[in-house]
T-cell receptor
């Protein structure tokens, strides 16, 4: 069965370190998204991609970057981790071209990141 | 800017009850609405996707309705079970298929 997997599931890192969270999907979806989930803020969009070599900033993109070198993967990098980036991170994918709005989104299991 | 609101924020019911979760959105020009379930410490599981041309979508004991003109959707759960305890989220896509989420309804079904 097709799926979307995130790794690691849990990560503790120190302030100032660079951290990369992996997201891999086997749906062959064009669209991929990174969200963070925090109490009191719900799910917020960090970055997204509509295809290979395409990346876009979301609502809370400061301090994060992504790259899309193939269809299956969208790694999320925290350039210099800060305590404010302690959160649960979710990757998602959906089918179709970037502007299609009728497609179902599928989510990974999440990565719990703690910055100390 | 699209805003999504879910009421109630939390709900506790005895097993066997039928219940309704509410979702409202400010911009009625949506293409679809998606309901998710999230268990503690887990990811989001897609429950139902309602296209804008549909009024209802059913899956087992779940039934979701959509009224675009009034900016509302409801998720109806029939004969609730303790295993239904979870957080339920609704989301609508903004331009470019980016989802905007409600804050969720935390459901507890007591045995």
């Amino acid at each position: 069965d097709a799926e979307i997997t995130q790794s690691p599931r849990h990560k503790i890192t120190e302030t100032g370190r660079q951290v990369t969270l992996a997201c891999h999907q086997t749906w062959n979806h064009n669209n991929m998204f990174w969200y963070r989930q925090d109490l009191g803020h719900g799910l917020r969009l960090i970055h997204y991609s509509y295809g290979v070599q395409d990346t876009n900033k979301g609502e809370v993109s400061d301090g994060y970057s992504v790259s899309r070198s193939n269809t299956e993967d969208l790694p999320l990098t925290l350039e210099s981790a800060a305590s404010s980036q302690t959160s649960v991170y979710f990757c998602a994918s959906s089918e179709g071209t970037g502007l299609r709005r009728d497609t179902e989104a599928f989510f990974g299991q999440g990565t719990r990141l703690t910055v100390v | 800017k699209q805003e999504v609101t879910q009421i109630p924020a939390a709900l506790s019911v005895p097993e066997g009850e039928n219940l309704v979760l509410n979702c409202s959105f400010t911009d009625s020009a949506i293409y679809n609405l998606q309901w998710f379930r999230q268990d503690p410490g887990k990811g989001l599981t897609s429950l139902l996707l309602i296209q804008s041309s549909q009024r209802e979508q059913t899956s087992g004991r779940l039934n979701a309705s959509l009224d675009k003109s009034s900016g509302r959707s409801t998720l109806y759960i029939a004969a609730s079970q303790p295993g239904d305890s979870a957080t339920y989220l609704c989301a609508v896509p903004e331009y470019g298929n980016k989802l905007v989420f409600g804050a969720g309804t935390i459901l507890r079904v007591k045995s």
